[in-house]
Nanobody, 123 residues
Framework: VQLVESGGGLVQTGGSLRLSCAAS????????MGWYRQAPGKQRELVAT????????DYADSVKGRFTISRINAENTMYLQMNSLKPEDTAVYYC?????????????????WGQGTQVTVSS
């Protein structure tokens, strides 16, 4: 699976950006996709996830009510609409795709990552 992000940039506090992630390759068995971010000197953290089947979503508390994750399965594309941006949202944002491999005694997870796109929010 190959993932390519786009849509990052520089925006003022309170502004909006929309990130896109295009998936290609063996995408048929992707079970969920998500956005993660990593700020300088900090660990990578979950921003939002969405399941491929039901479209169930989950968000970090810090972005609830401001960010919206969506996907178009037929186009293998995922989006992150970011509104009311804050300086603390500044980070490199990474697209993630997850596959699940089931065995008789458990499940293994395979994660795929994009190259990241920079989001900078100025105060």
């Amino acid at each position: 699976v190959q993932l390519v992000e786009s849509g990052g940039g520089l925006v003022q506090t309170g502004g909006s950006l929309r990130l896109s992630c295009a998936a290609s390759g063996d995408t048929f068995t992707i079970s969920a996709m998500g956005w993660y971010r990593q700020a300088p000197g900090k660990q990578r953290e979950l921003v939002a996830t969405i399941t491929r089947g039901d479209g169930d979503t989950d968000y970090a508390d810090s972005v609830k009510g401001r960010f919206t994750i969506s996907r178009i399965n037929a186009e293998n594309t995922m989006y992150l609409q970011m509104n009311s941006l804050k300086p603390e949202d500044t980070a490199v944002y990474y697209c993630n795709a997850r596959k699940e491999r089931y065995y008789s005694d458990g499940v293994a997870l395979d994660d795929y990552w994009g190259q990241g796109t920079q989001v900078t929010v100025s105060s």
